[in-house]
C-alpha cells in the first residue's frame, strides 16, 4: 500500500503548490480541492473513514464551496489577478521563511516521531460509532461548545456583511 | 481473484443499467410530456421513437464543440467533467437488489456495501456544486454566472433539509449502511403497516423528496437552467457533448435520487406483506427482488416526469424562502419528533 | 475485494467513460473556428460589458447559513447513529443533540429575523 | 438618477426566450432587483405606417393583418371602420354581425396565446398546448371563412367578403365546448396553484391613477380596476346590442392581468352565441356589403377611429388628401402605451418577474414598432 | 521508501504546511491567502489523524471534527470581513486593504 | 491521413456517416427565431396539433450552441440583421436555416426603408418556405426537406478535409 | 352646448382654428401654448380630457404641394392675373397631433400644432401625459421633430446613428440603402 | 420603491401546496392515459388532437388561399386575357404579366383575345392575400389547395406560366378544385349574377356625393412664429 501514500501525497503536494501559484482564485481553489481529495485518501488510509468522508463533506462540500462562492461574487472570470508582487524582498523574505519553517519543522518532529511506535489497532477503530460514543462521553461538553461557536460565527458573519447594506 | 471479477461484472452491470435508465428517461420524458400534452412526442427514430435518444447522441457527438473566446478554456472543459463524475458515481453504494445465489456464493446485489456507504451519498452530494459553479464561471457569460450563482445557492440551501432528513433516517434504523437500512424495512409495522421508512417518516419522506427535486434541479426548482431570463443558465455557452454530459449526468442523478427514495422510505426490495424469499429459489430470488426494486425505482423516476409538466416553476427568491424558513424548520422538527419517539421507545 | 475497492473500480469507471464521451466528440465534431463564431452570448447584441460586477451579499449569507447547518448535521451524524443505543442509557444524548440543535435553531431564528434569505 | 455603473447590467433580449423574438430589456439589476429597466424597441419595424401612404387604401387591409398577428382580424376591422368613417358609410348590419363574431373569435385566440405563454414563460407549459389545440380550432373557422389561418385580410372596406361558412353553427358548438374545457384545465393547472399565485400575486402591481396616465387601455387597464372597455364606453358596430360583462381586477399585478384574460375569453363566447343568434334571424341574402366605388377616393379629411382590440384601444387615424392612397395613416397601438410603462412597472421588482410581467402585457412586436 | 510510517506522514504534513505558510506570506489576493490558511489547517489535521492512528488513540480524530467546526467559524466570518472591505476599495489585493488605515 | 484512402467508396465509412447523417436527421433542435407573425404559426407547428416534436425537434434551445436549425420565422429589419447574423455565427457546425415566410425569404410586402430584403443577404439559407405565414405543414415540409439534405452529407469526408464548410455569402452589411 | 363651443370657451383665445371631419373635432392651437391649452383641457370640469389617447406628427409638405398645385391651375384658367402662391406662404411643414380623451364623457378632441421645419421644437407633454413618453420619441424618430423637456429624446424605432427621418415625405419609401453594421469585438 | 400593498387572496386549500399540484396531476394523468390509449389505435390519426403531417394531413379548407393556379374553361382554354389588373392590385407587387395577342392558329388555346405571353408569381414575395383572384375579371386566377412549396433556392420559388397551369391540373386531377367565390350582396341592388366583384359596378360618383362628409374646414394656419 505503499504506492497508495505515495501517490496521493504526491496529488496533495503538487496541487497544493498548483494552488499557491495559481494566478486565478478559482483554478487555485479547484488545486485546493484536489489536495483535500487526496488527504481525504489517505485518512482512509489512515483507519479513519468518518474523518475522510467529513473531509470531503466539509472541507470539500461546505467551506471550500464557500470560497468558491466568494470568488464568484467578487471577481469576474476575466479580472486577472497579478502574480506581480509590489515588493520583490517581502517576497522574497517570505519564501525563505516559509522554507526554514519546513525545515523546522522537519527537525522538531522527528524526535517526537522516534517515540511513537505503530500500535495495533483495535477492531471498531476509526468507526463511525465509536466517535459517536465518544462524542458523547469524553468530548461532550466540547460538542456544545462547539455549538456556540458556530453561532458565534453565524451571528457575527450575518452582522459583518449585513452592516454595509 | 475471484471477488474481483465479480466485482468488475457488478460494476459493470450496474454502469449499463444506470446509463440505460438514464438513456431510456430521456425518451420517457419527451414521450410522456407529449402524451400530457396531447401531442405524440417523438416518434420517428426507430419504433415508437425510442432510438430517439440515440439519434441525439450522435447529433451530439458529432456536433461542432465551441469554447467561446472569452471562457476560461480549462474550467470550461472541466465542468462538465466536474458535474457528471459525482452523479456518476453515486450509485456504487446504493443496492439494485438483495442478493443472488450463484453456485453457492452469496453475491450481494450493491457495487459495495460499505458502513459508511451512507455519508459517501451526502459526501458526492456536496461535490455537486462544483460542476455547475466552474461551468458557469468558465462561460464567462451573464446568464452562465448568474444560472451558476444561482443553481449553488439554490443547491446548498437544498442540501440542509436533505441532510437533516438523511439525519432522522440514521435515528430510526442507526446504521450508515444501505444494504441495512433496506434490509430493515421487512414485516410489518405496527400490525398492519408495512415496515416501510415512508410510514416512520412521513414528514421525513416528504422533505427528501422536496429536497431531491431540488438537488436535481427539476421542475419546480429548475430555474437554475430554465428560468426564461437566463437563457439555458449555467450551460448557455455549452454545446456537443459536453452540454450531453450534463444533461446526461442529470438524468443520472435523478435515477440514484429514486433508487435513494426508495431505499430509505419504500422497502427497497421488499413487497408489502409477502417474504418473497421464503418461496422463491435463490437466483430467481435475486431476479425478482431486482425486478421489484426497478419497479419502484421507475416510478418515482416517472413522477419526476409527471411533476414536472404539471406545475409552474418557482420563483429564486420563493425557492429560498421555502428551503429556509418552511423545509429547514420542518426538518428539525422532524429531527426532534424522530428522537423523541425513539427516546420514549427506548 | 473491500468495498472501498470497489468504489475505487467504479470511480475509476465512471471517469473514464466520461473521458471517452468527450473525447469521442472532440474527434467526431467538425472544426471550423471563424472568427466570431466563439464571441460570448448575448442574446445576439454585442457584449457591452465584461461578466458581472457586485452581486448581491446575500448569496454570500445564505452560503455561510448552509455551511454552518452542514456542518451541524455532519456532526451529528456519528452520534445519531449511536443513538438507539445511547437512548437506552437515559435521556442524556436526547438533550445532549437538543442542545446542540436549539443553539443553533437560535442562529437560524436569528438569520431569518435579519432577512438573510429574503430577497426584495 | 441612479448611477448605472454601480449596478449590473444585464441584456434580456431579442434572442431570448421571453422576449417574443424582438423585444429586447436592458435592466440594471441591484443582486435580484431589477433597479431600472430599459426596453429597446424597434426590432420589428417595418415601416407600416410609411408603406401604407404608397399602398392604396385597399391594398392596405392586409398589411394590417400584420400587425396584431395574434388577433389580424381586429385591425382588420378596426382599420376599415376608419376608412367607413373617412368615406360615411358603414357596413351593413349583417356584416356587422360577422365582424363581431369574427372578432370575437380573434379575441379569444389571442387570449389564448397571451396566457399560454405566460404560462410557458413561468414554466408551466401543459396549459399552453391545452390552450393552442382550442385555438386551432378557431383557426380552424377562420380558413373555412377566407382561406387563411392567421393573416386574414377579413372583410372589405364597407362590409365583409363572405358570409359566414355553413358549418359555422356546429364548428362552434364544437369549439365552445372545447373552449370552456381549456380553460377549466387551465384554471385547474394554474389558477388555484400556490407556485402560481406566488408567481403572479403582487408582482408589478399597478395603480388605477398611473395605469391611466400612461395610456393604458383593454385588459391591462381593467385589470388595475377601471372599467374601461371601448365596447361598452363607445359602442361601436353593433356592441350596444349584446349584453355581456366586463371584468375588472383590483390590484393590476400579473394575476390580475391573467384572470382578466380568463374572463373575458368567457364573456367573448356569450357575445358570440347572442351575435350567432341574431345572425340567423337576419335573411339569408341580407346585404354584406355597403356600396362603395371600386376605387376608393375618400373627401379630404381627417378621422381617428378605434375599438377594443384584445390588447385595448385599437385606434387607426388617417388623413386623406383626397387621393386614393392615405396621406397618413397612424396607427395607435395598445401595447406601445402600455409597454413605455415598463420600467416604471418592474422597477424593485425581481429579475424573474420582469419576464412575467412582459408576458401578462402580451406585447406584440408587430403592432408594437409597426 | 520502505513501509510507511508515522515519519512520512509527518513529513507530507510539513511540506503542506509549509506550502500553506509560503503561499500566506507571499499571496496578496485575500482569497488565495484563505486558501493558504486552509491548508495549513488540512496539514496539522494531517498530523493528527496521522498521530491518532499510530498512537491507536480515537482522541486525534475528534479533535479533527473539531478543528472543522473553527476552520468553518474561521471562513465564515474571515470571508464576511473580506467581502465588507471589498466594498469599500473593489478588489481582493491585501495591499489595498492597507489603504484603509490613511 | 491514411483513412483519406477510404474516403471513396469504403464501406466502414459510408456506413458510419450513414449513421451519422442519421443522428443528425432524427435530432435536429430547432434554435426558434420567430420575429413576427410567422412565428406564431411555428408556434403551432412546435404545438400539439402538429407537433414538429416528432421528426426528434424538440427541445427547443435559444441557445445557439445547442441548436441545429435555426428556423427564422418573420420579418428582420434591418435593425435587427446583425443580430440574426451574429446567433448564426455563434451556431455550432453543423447547422442549417429554414427561411420562413414571406418576409424571411425577400422581406415580403415590406418593400421600405427598414426591412431586410431576404435573410440571404446576411446568412446563408438552406431552405425558403413562401407563405404569409406558411401553414404548419409547410414548415414541417421544409424541415422535411433540410433533414433530406442532411442525407446527402458527407460529414466525415468534411472532417477530413478541412478547407470544406466556407459558408458562400453575400456581402453582410 | 356642443363640444366645439365648450372646447372654444374653454381654451379661448388659445384656439387658432376648429374643423371637423365626420363628427371628429380638432382644434388648431399655436406651438407656444400647447402645454397650456392641453393642461386646461385636462382641468377643465366639463371636459376633462385626461386621457392622452396617442401623439404624433405628420409631414404636410406634400399637402401644401398638392394644394398649391391645384388652384394654381385654377387661378390659370380663371383669374390670371393673381400671383403664383409663394412657398413661403406655405404654413408650417409638420404638424403634431395630440388626441385627447375623456374618460367622464367619453368625448374625444384631436388638438394640433404646426411646427417649422427650420425649428422643429415643440414643448413636451410629458410632465402633463406620461403616456406622451413614447410617442414623443417616435415623433421625434420619425421626423425630427424635438420636444422640449422630454426626459430621454432618443431615437426609439430606428437605431442610433440611422442618418435620416424616414416618415418625412422626401425620404423614399425603400430607403437611401442605410444599413446596420455589425460590430465585432 | 413603494408598492401598493397587496393582501393576500389565497384560500387555505391553496396555500398547501399538494392538494392542488395532486388535483394538477390528476388532469394530467388523465390526459396522458387518454393519448396513450389512443396512440396504440391502428390508423394513422390516433392522438385525436395531433395531424401527423406526412400521413395524416389536416383537412385544409377548400377555399384555403394557397399556391396560384391559372386556370382553365372546360374546352381546356386558359382564362386569362393577360390585362395585368391582378399585378395591378397586388400589394407585394409579385405578379409579372406580358401580354400579347392570341397569335394565329393557337385560338383554340386561349379563351380571349388576348393572353398572357409570360405570367410570373414571386412566391417568395406573395403575401398569399388572394386580391389577384379577387379582382380577376375573367375568374382566370384562382389560389389553391398546394401548400408544400418549400425549396432550396429562390429560383425555384419563382412561378412561371407553367407552374402555374401544372398546379391548375394537379388540383383538377385531386378533384380539390372549387367553385370560385360566390358575389356578396350589396345594399341597395341586389348582386347581378355572374359579377365577380359587385362593388366594381358601383357608381362611384353617386356614393361619393350620398355620404359627402361636411368639408373640412381648412383654418387658415397662421404663421407659426
Ligand atoms: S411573411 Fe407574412 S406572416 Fe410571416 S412575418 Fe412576414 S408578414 Fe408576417
Ligand atoms: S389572371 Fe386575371 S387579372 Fe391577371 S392578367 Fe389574367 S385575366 Fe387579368
Ligand atoms: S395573393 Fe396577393 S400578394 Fe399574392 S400574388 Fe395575389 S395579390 Fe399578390
Request: aromatic letters at 12%.
Amino acid at each position: 500500500m505503499d504506492i497508495y501514500f505515495w501517490f496521493f501525497a504526491l496529488v496533495a503536494v503538487a496541487s497544493g503548490i498548483f494552488m499557491v501559484t495559481a494566478r486565478e482564485p478559482l483554478p487555485g481553489a479547484l488545486g485546493l480541492l484536489t489536495t483535500f481529495i487526496s488527504l481525504a485518501s489517505l485518512y482512509l488510509h489512515l483507519h479513519a473513514p468518518l474523518v475522510a468522508i467529513f473531509q470531503i463533506t466539509i472541507y470539500a462540500g461546505a467551506i471550500l464551496v464557500l470560497v468558491v462562492f466568494v470568488i464568484m461574487l467578487l471577481m469576474t472570470p476575466d479580472e486577472e489577478l497579478s502574480v506581480k508582487q509590489y515588493n520583490l524582498s517581502y517576497k522574497s523574505m517570505g519564501a525563505i521563511a516559509g522554507v526554514a519553517m519546513i525545515a523546522l519543522l522537519l527537525v522538531g518532529v522527528r524526535g517526537i516521531a522516534c517515540i511513537v511506535g505503530e500500535k495495533a489497532l483495535p477492531s471498531d477503530f476509526g468507526q463511525p460509532g465509536l466517535i459517536g460514543k465518544l462524542l458523547y462521553s469524553d468530548f461532550l461538553l466540547h460538542f456544545e461548545v462547539v455549538s456556540v461557536l458556530l453561532l458565534v460565527a453565524l451571528v457575527g458573519a450575518i452582522y459583518i456583511s449585513k452592516r454595509n447594506l | 481473484m475471484n471477488d474481483l471479477i465479480i466485482a468488475l461484472i457488478k460494476v459493470v452491470f450496474i454502469w449499463v443499467w444506470v446509463l440505460l435508465i438514464a438513456v431510456v428517461m430521456t425518451w420517457v420524458e419527451r414521450r410522456g410530456a407529449a402524451m400530457i400534452q396531447d401531442r405524440p412526442g417523438p416518434n420517428r427514430a426507430g419504433p415508437f421513437g425510442l432510438l430517439q435518444p440515440l439519434a441525439d447522441g450522435i447529433k451530439l457527438f458529432t456536433k461542432e464543440d465551441i469554447i467561446p473566446a472569452k471562457a476560461k478554456k480549462l474550467l470550461f472543459i472541466l465542468g462538465p467533467i466536474l458535474f457528471s463524475l459525482p452523479a456518476f458515481s453515486a450509485y456504487a453504494v446504493v443496492p439494485f437488489g438483495d442478493k443472488i445465489v450463484l453456485g453457492g456464493k452469496e453475491i450481494i446485489l450493491q457495487v459495495a456495501d460499505v458502513n459508511i456507504g451512507f455519508l459517501y451519498i451526502v459526501a458526492l452530494g456536496s461535490m455537486a456544486v462544483y460542476g455547475i459553479v466552474v461551468g458557469g464561471w468558465a462561460s464567462n457569460n451573464k446568464y452562465s454566472i448568474l444560472g451558476g450563482l444561482r443553481a449553488t445557492a439554490q443547491l446548498i440551501s437544498y442540501e440542509v433539509p436533505w441532510g437533516l432528513a438523511l439525519l432522522a433516517i440514521v435515528l430510526v434504523y442507526g446504521t450508515f449502511s444501505l444494504r441495512e437500512i433496506a434490509l430493515a424495512q421487512q414485516g410489518t409495522f405496527l400490525g398492519i403497516l408495512p415496515n416501510w421508512g415512508v410510514f416512520k417518516q412521513p414528514l421525513g419522506f416528504i422533505l427528501f423528496i422536496v429536497a431531491a427535486y431540488a438537488e436535481a434541479n427539476r421542475v419546480p426548482f429548475d430555474l437554475p437552467e430554465a428560468e426564461s431570463e437566463i437563457v439555458s443558465g449555467y450551460h448557455t455557452e455549452y454545446g456537443s457533448m459536453r452540454l450531453g454530459v450534463y444533461l446526461f449526468g442529470e438524468y443520472v442523478n435523478l435515477c440514484t435520487l429514486s433508487a435513494l427514495i426508495v431505499t430509505f422510505f419504500f422497502g427497497a426490495w421488499h413487497l408489502p406483506y409477502i417474504n418473497m424469499a421464503s418461496f422463491l429459489g435463490p437466483i430467481s430470488y435475486g431476479i425478482a427482488s431486482f425486478l421489484v426494486f426497478f419497479l419502484k425505482v421507475s416510478f418515482f423516476l416517472w413522477l419526476f416526469v409527471w411533476v414536472r409538466w404539471t406545475v409552474p416553476r418557482f420563483r429564486y427568491d420563493q425557492v429560498m424562502g421555502l428551503g429556509w424558513k418552511a423545509l429547514i424548520p420542518l426538518g428539525l422538527l422532524n429531527l426532534f419528533l424522530t428522537a423523541l419517539a425513539i427516546q420514549l421507545t427506548a | 475485494m473491500s468495498g472501498f475497492e470497489s468504489i475505487v473500480l467504479y470511480l475509476g469507471m465512471s471517469m473514464i467513460a466520461i473521458l471517452a464521451m468527450l473525447g469521442i466528440s472532440a474527434l467526431l465534431g467538425p472544426f471550423r473556428p471563424k472568427s466570431n463564431k466563439a464571441t460570448t452570448y448575448e442574446c445576439g447584441v454585442p457584449l457591452f460589458e465584461a461578466g458581472i460586477k457586485r452581486y448581491d451579499v446575500k448569496y454570500y449569507l445564505v452560503a455561510v447559513l448552509f455551511l454552518v447547518f452542514d456542518l451541524e448535521t455532519v456532526l451529528i451524524y456519528p452520534i445519531a447513529v449511536q443513538f438507539k443505543s445511547l437512548a437506552q442509557q437515559g435521556w442524556g444524548v436526547f438533550f445532549e443533540i437538543f442542545v446542540f440543535v436549539a443553539v443553533l435553531l437560535a442562529g437560524l431564528l436569528y438569520a431569518l429575523q435579519k432577512r438573510a434569505v429574503e430577497w426584495d | 438618477m441612479i448611477n448605472h455603473d454601480d449596478y449590473v447590467k444585464i441584456n434580456i433580449g431579442p434572442s431570448h426566450p421571453a422576449m417574443h423574438g424582438t423585444l429586447r430589456v436592458v435592466a440594471y439589476t441591484d443582486g435580484e432587483t431589477v433597479v431600472s429597466a430599459d426596453p429597446e424597441i424597434g426590432y420589428l419595424h417595418r415601416g407600416v405606417e410609411k408603406l401604407g401612404e404608397h399602398l392604396s387604401y385597399h391594398q392596405f387591409i392586409p398589411i394590417t393583418d400584420r400587425l396584431n398577428y395574434c388577433s389580424a382580424i381586429c385591425n382588420n376591422v378596426s382599420y376599415e371602420m376608419a376608412v367607413e368613417k373617412l368615406l360615411g358609410v358603414s357596413a351593413p348590419e349583417k356584416a356587422q354581425l360577422v365582424r363581431v363574431i369574427m372578432m370575437e373569435l380573434a379575441r379569444i385566440a389571442d387570449h389564448q396565446v397571451c396566457v399560454g405563454i405566460l404560462g410557458v414563460d413561468l414554466g408551466a407549459f401543459t396549459p399552453f398546448f391545452y390552450l393552442i389545440i382550442q385555438r386551432e380550432e378557431i383557426y380552424e373557422i377562420f380558413e373555412h371563412y377566407n382561406g387563411a389561418r392567421l393573416t386574414n385580410t377579413f372583410g372589405r372596406i364597407g362590409g365583409v367578403e363572405a358570409d359566414l361558412p355553413k358549418d359555422f353553427e356546429q364548428r362552434w358548438k364544437k369549439l365552445k365546448e372545447g373552449i370552456a374545457r381549456a380553460n377549466e384545465e387551465t384554471d385547474k393547472l394554474l389558477t388555484h396553484n400556490r407556485i402560481w399565485m406566488d408567481r403572479t400575486i403582487g408582482v408589478t402591481t399597478f395603480s388605477a391613477e398611473d395605469a391611466l396616465a400612461w395610456g393604458f387601455t383593454g385588459p391591462c387597464l381593467r385589470a388595475c380596476g377601471v372599467k374601461r372597455d371601448l365596447r361598452k364606453d363607445e359602442p361601436y358596430s353593433v356592441y350596444d346590442r349584446f349584453d355581456f360583462e366586463v371584468p375588472v381586477g383590483k390590484y393590476g399585478d400579473v394575476f390580475d392581468r391573467y384572470m382578466v384574460r380568463m374572463r373575458e375569453m368567457e364573456e367573448s363566447v356569450k357575445i358570440i352565441d347572442q351575435a350567432f343568434k341574431l345572425y340567423k334571424d337576419m335573411p339569408a341574402d341580407a346585404p354584406l356589403m355597403a356600396k362603395v366605388p371600386k376605387t376608393i377616393k375618400p373627401p379630404a379629411g381627417e378621422v381617428y377611429s378605434a375599438i377594443e382590440s384584445p390588447n385595448g384601444e385599437l385606434g387607426f387615424f388617417i388623413k386623406s388628401d383626397g387621393s386614393d392612397k392615405p396621406y397618413r395613416i397612424k396607427i395607435r397601438p395598445p401595447c406601445y402605451m402600455v409597454y413605455q410603462a415598463f420600467p416604471e412597472m418592474v422597477k424593485g421588482e425581481m429579475i424573474a418577474d420582469l419576464i412575467a410581467c412582459l408576458s401578462s402585457l402580451n406585447v406584440i412586436a408587430g403592432e408594437l414598432d409597426r | 521508501m520502505g513501509v510507511v510510517t508515522l515519519n512520512h506522514y509527518i513529513l507530507l504534513a510539513s511540506v503542506l504546511f509549509g506550502i500553506g505558510a509560503i503561499g500566506f506570506v507571499t499571496r496578496r489576493n485575500a482569497i488565495i491567502l484563505f486558501m493558504s490558511v486552509e491548508l495549513m489547517l488540512n496539514a496539522v489535521n494531517l498530523m493528527l489523524v496521522a498521530f491518532s492512528r499510530f498512537k491507536a488513540d480515537m482522541a486525534g480524530q475528534v479533535m479533527v471534527l473539531f478543528i472543522y467546526a473553527v476552520a468553518a467559524a474561521e471562513v465564515a466570518v474571515g470571508l464576511a470581513i473580506l467581502i465588507s472591505l471589498f466594498r469599500h476599495v473593489r478588489g481582493v489585493d491585501i495591499n489595498r486593504f492597507n489603504l484603509l488605515k490613511h | 491521413m491514411g483513412l483519406k484512402a477510404y474516403t471513396g467508396e469504403g464501406w466502414l465509412l459510408t456506413k458510419m456517416e450513414e449513421l451519422i447523417n442519421w443522428g443528425r436527421k432524427r435530432s435536429p433542435w430547432p434554435l426558434p427565431y420567430g420575429t413576427a407573425c410567422c412565428g406564431i404559426e411555428m408556434m403551432c407547428a412546435l404545438a400539439a396539433s402538429y407537433d414538429m416534436a416528432r421528426f426528434g425537434a424538440e427541445r427547443p434551445s435559444f441557445s445557439p450552441r445547442q441548436a441545429d436549425v435555426l428556423i427564422e420565422a418573420g420579418t428582420i429589419s434591418k435593425k435587427m440583421a446583425p443580430i440574426l447574423r451574429r446567433i448564426y455565427d455563434q451556431m455550432a457546425e453543423p447547422k442549417w436555416v429554414i427561411a420562413m415566410g414571406a418576409c424571411a425569404c425577400t422581406g415580403g410586402v415590406f418593400r421600405t426603408y427598414s426591412t431586410l430584403q431576404g435573410i440571404n443577404r446576411v446568412i446563408p439559407v438552406d431552405v425558403y418556405v413562401p407563405g404569409c405565414p406558411p401553414r404548419p405543414e409547410s414548415l414541417l415540409y421544409a424541415l422535411m426537406k433540410v433533414m433530406e439534405k442532411i442525407e446527402k452529407d458527407h460529414p466525415l469526408r468534411a472532417l477530413f478535409d478541412r478547407e470544406i464548410g466556407q459558408v458562400d455569402l453575400r456581402s453582410c452589411p | 352646448m356642443s363640444l366645439k363651443d365648450q372646447v372654444q370657451s374653454c381654451l379661448g383665445p388659445l384656439v387658432v382654428a376648429v374643423s371637423e371631419c365626420q363628427g371628429d373635432l380638432s382644434v388648431e392651437v399655436s406651438r407656444e401654448n400647447i402645454k397650456a391649452a392641453l393642461s386646461k383641457l385636462k382641468e377643465d370640469p366639463g371636459l376633462s380630457f385626461d386621457f392622452l389617447s396617442d401623439l404624433f406628427g405628420v409631414d404636410n409638405s406634400e399637402l401644401y404641394k398638392k394644394t398649391a398645385a391645384k388652384p394654381a391651375k385654377k387661378a390659370e384658367a380663371e383669374t390670371a392675373p393673381e400671383e403664383p402662391p409663394k412657398p413661403q406662404e406655405f404654413p408650417p411643414r409638420f404638424e403634431v397631433i395630440y388626441l385627447l380623451l375623456s374618460l367622464k364623457t367619453n368625448k374625444r378632441l384631436q388638438v394640433k400644432v404646426r411646427v417649422p421645419e427650420e425649428n422643429p421644437v415643440v414643448d413636451s407633454v410629458v410632465s402633463l401625459f406620461k403616456a406622451a413618453t413614447w410617442p414623443e420619441r417616435e415623433a421625434y424618430d420619425m421626423y425630427g421633430i424635438r420636444f422640449n423637456g422630454h426626459p430621454d429624446l432618443r431615437r426609439l424605432l430606428m437605431w442610433e446613428g440611422f442618418p435620416a427621418y424616414p416618415l418625412r415625405k422626401d425620404y423614399p419609401l425603400e430607403g437611401r440603402g442605410e444599413e446596420r453594421h455589425l460590430i465585432y469585438d | 420603491m413603494a408598492k401598493p400593498v397587496v393582501e393576500k387572496r389565497y384560500k387555505l386549500s391553496e396555500q398547501v401546496y399538494l392538494w392542488e399540484l395532486i388535483k394538477g396531476m390528476g388532469l394530467t394523468w388523465k390526459h396522458f392515459i387518454f393519448n396513450v390509449k389512443a396512440s396504440f389505435r391502428p390508423e394513422p390519426h390516433t392522438i385525436p388532437t395531433c395531424w401527423q403531417y406526412p400521413e395524416d394531413r389536416r383537412p385544409i379548407a377548400p377555399n384555403f388561399r394557397g399556391a396560384h393556379m391559372l386556370m382553365l374553361d372546360e374546352e381546356g382554354r386558359e382564362k386569362c386575357v393577360g390585362c395585368g389588373m391582378c399585378a395591378k392590385i397586388c400589394p407585394a407587387n409579385c405578379i409579372t404579366v406580358e401580354n400579347a395577342k392570341v397569335p394565329e392558329g393557337e385560338e383554340a388555346k386561349y379563351a380571349g383575345k388576348t393572353y398572357s405571353k409570360t405570367f410570373t408569381i414571386d412566391w417568395l414575395r406573395c403575401i398569399f392575400c388572394g386580391f389577384c383572384e379577387e379582382v380577376c375579371p375573367k375568374g382566370a386566377m384562382m389560389l389553391g389547395p398546394e401548400y408544400e412549396l418549400a425549396r432550396y433556392t429562390p429560383e425555384e420559388c419563382l412561378a412561371d406560366k407553367s407552374m402555374l397551369l401544372a398546379n391548375f391540373h394537379k388540383a383538377k386531377q385531386e378533384g380539390k378544385l372549387r367553385p370560385p367565390r360566390e358575389p356578396v350582396p350589396v345594399v341597395g341592388a341586389a348582386a347581378k349574377p355572374g359579377e365577380e366583384k359587385p362593388a366594381a359596378s358601383a357608381d362611384e360618383k353617386a356614393v361619393t356625393s350620398a355620404a359627402k362628409p361636411k368639408v373640412a374646414v381648412k383654418a387658415k394656419p397662421k404663421a407659426a412664429e
